[in-house]
DNA sequence: TACAGTCGGGG
DNA sequence: GTGTACGACTGTA
């Protein structure tokens, strides 16, 4: 018997060895380590069904212990009889229960389809670079694995990783690249792709002096370990990208499907054994995470590093939801893919309730203060225990926030109160925390880590799919997430401020003299006290401006703002900078325009800006019609929500797509397509096309109205319409025009502008 | 002008 | 193999 502490990197079952567990040393050694992993499974049903499923599965040669059992499922009133059926050999369970469920389909099925490593987690305590201390028994196997931290410890110790970083040195949408950039610790090396036999030779010389921990591509799922592992095949180089040589490389296809009212495309993936491959553009919000928001995410949610990188949100909560039923003893019901049916009248009326939207008061506003609830829907969760098994079904709202004082916490608030409680650690840590400290980049990774999946924990409860969904659940939090922002827009009232706006979550408040946050901070406790949710204070804006349609100026929408906190920040909601879709070069512009105004503090001056926004913006466009602008930076990106032969009419981004077709490329719905709008037809230039675009095509008026449209978003505020703008900035012979080059104008000065302001006095 | 197509949100 | 529904806005026919 000997003892090892180390890091735990990656687990995964092989048939014929049980677990194998992936080990990094305190003494730097990497081990693999092979643990025994049975797998219990349970069926419930009718007698003659399961005596009959009994007889099979002893005849079966697949080793199993069969044994009777109650236990609870959470959408039924009372425990289940069960059946269950330990597989000895775990590694086997997921294909003898496939057969099972073929072969008698009538009976319901528990705790079936969970991953190895959630069960592993649920058993032993363990995730992701969990730090652990393993026990070996005589026959060298893990008799014994103790976690030496929990998912919810604030600063685990760090594991000492070795990345490795591979990088195309091209971008291979547009083309084959013919280098491979490759870093490790302080160390860079170049490879040409051509001849295979040296770039081979060298990555596996890299490969095998680094062993690394961590695969760290730029396009490595869609495009470079793919080409590796071709290359390596047809010069019958063996490149150990794999630590694990009993294993080969795990391919999960592409796919598209549709989540979030919209189209996702998904690029297949490259999963390694022993080591993980994470592709940093393949994996989702890695740009928002970065590294240690991954391992934040694989360490609470429990599922390994690879998987963790790139996972949807959605299953990293259902994962943690799992492992907490599997701890509580609570049956994990089969999560069988039910076809996408139409949502009936009925249920479309149900569900139109949804969070508390207001109408803003359009125009520019000073001194006021944002405050926001914090995680809003998940704290109601966890306050009014809102969970599929605690629900009742006709609740109304208003009723939701009285628990019944001996009702035990349900699975959705046991799961989430430890992620909250972590969250808010983080944040108070956060507030009193240094600019220079450099853990505040990691905390404010893991703090946005946990915000997705505190979001799509309330989005996932109405789900259909979800294994511990439940609308009338969802529905109770919706209710009560209005009730609790008219309770703090009556508090807000009562303490005399006025309030100029609502959103979900959120309410933008206003007083005379109110202009510090200890003026604020009377009606946080008083909105705390009425609603029992936790409740911040986002900020406090010099000002803010909410927008008005651009369909029609009298209706404002809720969700178009900008403005500037005292701390010189900007906060931006809605307008064209926030869309995926507009050109770097408008964005950049836009917030250029932005930052001239919130250099005013006061802003009865703003319209003293005005000059400088309309010379900034005619420098711009002078850039542009000279071909000054990168026509990377003009690129547009819009994603394809169809096949291309669904298109009634051609979007731009579908038109893009024939363009590659036409060149034998393949387009599949939730892909982005980048292109350039150009003059004629048919209108746009597909950026990844081997034949780079004609500088002259380029389509500058297009550009130069989306440019005005973009800057008077900006500027409506203080009265300069797009029309008004498009008229100082440009002459009607077409020409850039100021009343100072053009000596017709010369004199002409602006005019008073309209701007709409409500400041307390 | 009507309608088809794309986007945001939370950070 | 996992988020809903909807309104704002733009471009096309």
Redesign the pocket.
């Known amino acids: 018997m000997s003892e090892l502490r180390g890091w735990l990197l990656d687990l995964y079952p092989v048939a014929g060895s049980g677990m194998v567990l992936w080990l990094i040393g305190e003494d730097g050694m990497r081990r693999r380590l092979v643990q025994d992993f049975s797998a219990v499974f349970y069926a419930a049903g009718a007698a003659a069904q399961l005596r009959a499923l009994w007889r099979w599965l002893q005849a079966n040669p697949v080793p199993v212990r069969l044994s009777r059992t109650r236990r609870r499922d959470i959408f039924q009133p009372h425990p289940v009889d069960l059946m269950s059926i330990e597989v000895i050999e775990g590694a086997s369970q997921e294909r003898l229960f496939h057969e099972v469920s073929q072969i008698f389909p009538s009976l319901t099925y528990y705790d079936a389809?969970i991953r190895p490593a959630l069960r592993h987690a649920a058993a032993h305590g363990t995730f992701p670079l969990c730090r652990c201390q393993v026990g070996l028994g005589a026959d060298g196997k893990v008799s014994r694995i103790l976690p030496l931290d929990t998912p919810w410890e604030i600063d685990p110790l760090p594991p000492p990783l070795r990345i490795l970083t591979i990088q195309p040195e091209t971008d291979p949408r547009r083309g084959e690249p013919s280098a491979l950039v490759v870093r490790f610790q302080q160390q860079n090396w170049r490879f040409d792709m051509q001849p295979p036999r040296a770039l081979l030779v060298n990555l596996r010389a890299v490969l095998e002096r680094c062993d690394p921990d961590l695969l760290l591509t730029d396009w490595g799922d869609g495009w470079l370990l793919p080409r590796l592992v071709e290359l390596s095949k047809e010069g019958n180089i063996p490149l150990p990208l794999n630590r694990d040589p009993q294993m080969e490389i795990q391919v999960l296809p592409a796919?598209s499907?549709?989540?979030?009212?919209?189209v996702?495309y998904?690029d297949q993936q490259m999963l390694l054994f022993g080591r993980c491959h994470i592709d940093s553009f393949n994996a989702m919000?890695f740009h928002?995470y970065g590294l240690s928001g991954v391992y934040e995410m694989g360490r609470v949610s429990r599922l390994p590093l690879q998987l963790a990188a790139r996972?949807?949100?959605?299953?990293g909560i259902?994962?943690m939801q799992i492992v907490k039923a599997l701890e509580l003893g609570i049956l994990v019901p089969w999560?069988k893919?039910q076809a996408?049916f139409p949502?009936t009248t009925w249920?479309?009326i149900r569900?139109?309730q949804?969070g508390m939207v207001y109408q803003p008061l359009t125009g520019i506003h000073a001194n006021v203060a944002e405050i926001?609830f914090?995680?809003m829907y998940p704290s109601i969760m966890v306050h009014c225990n809102i969970s599929p098994e605690t629900t009742k079904p006709a609740r109304k709202p208003g009723e939701a926030d009285q628990p019944e004082a001996e009702e035990e916490a349900g699975l959705i608030p046991q799961t989430l109160a430890p992620l909250l409680e972590k969250r808010l650690e983080l944040k108070r840590r956060l507030a009193d925390m240094p600019t220079w400290d450099p853990r505040r980049r990691i905390y404010?990774t893991q703090?946005?880590a946990h915000?997705?999946l505190l979001?799509?924990c309330?989005?996932?409860m109405?789900?259909?799919?979800?294994?511990f969904g439940r609308i009338e659940a969802h529905e109770a939090v919706t209710a009560y997430g209005r009730e609790a922002l008219l309770r703090a827009k009556e508090a807000a009232e009562d303490l005399g401020f006025t309030v100029l706006h609502m959103?979900?979550?959120?309410l933008w408040v206003q007083r005379q003299g109110a202009d510090k946050p200890a003026d604020f901070q009377p009606l946080l406790e008083e909105i705390t006290e009425r609603t029992g949710l936790p409740i911040s204070l986002?900020g406090i804006y010099h000002w803010v401006t909410f927008?008005?349609?651009?369909?029609?100026e009298r209706?404002p929408?809720?969700?178009?703002y900008f403005g500037v906190f005292q701390d010189g920040s900007l906060k931006?909601?809605?307008i064209?900078l926030?869309?995926?879709?507009?050109p770097a070069w408008v964005a950049e512009t836009q917030l250029e325009l932005m930052e001239l105004l919130a250099k005013c503090t006061d802003p009865m001056q703003l319209p003293q800006r005005l000059p400088a926004a309309i010379t900034l913006l005619q420098n711009r466009l002078a850039d542009l019609r000279h071909h000054r602008v990168p026509l990377d930076q003009l690129v547009v990106?819009?994603?394809?929500?169809?096949p291309l032969a669904?298109?009634?009419?051609?979007?731009?981004?579908?038109?893009c797509a024939a363009q590659l077709q036409a060149l034998g490329r393949e387009t599949r719905p939730g892909q982005?397509m980048r292109f350039l709008y150009t003059l004629g037809e048919p209108?746009v230039h597909c950026w990844d096309l081997p034949s780079p675009a004609d500088p002259a095509s380029l389509d500058i008026p297009?550009y130069t109205?989306?440019l005005l449209?973009a800057a008077s978003t900006i500027l409506s505020p203080l009265g300069m319409d797009e029309g008004t703008l498009r008229g100082w900035v440009i002459s009607r012979s077409g020409y850039l025009a100021s009343p100072q080059a053009d000596p017709s104008r010369r004199g002409e000065t602006l005019p008073l502008l309209q701007a709409s302001y409500s400041i307390p006095k």
């Open positions: 389809d796919r499907y549709s989540t979030y009212g919209q996702i998904r919000l928002d996972l949807s949100p959605g299953s259902s994962a999560h893919q996408e949502k249920q479309m569900s139109d949804g926001d914090m995680s404010k703090a946005s915000k997705w979001v799509t309330f989005g996932y109405g789900y259909r799919n979800a294994r959103y979900v979550d959120g986002e927008l008005p349609s651009r369909q029609d209706v929408v809720p969700n178009r931006v909601r809605g064209e926030r869309r995926r879709d507009t990106s819009q994603k394809l929500s169809r669904e298109y009634t009419s051609r979007s731009p981004a579908a038109r982005v209108g297009r109205t989306l449209r």
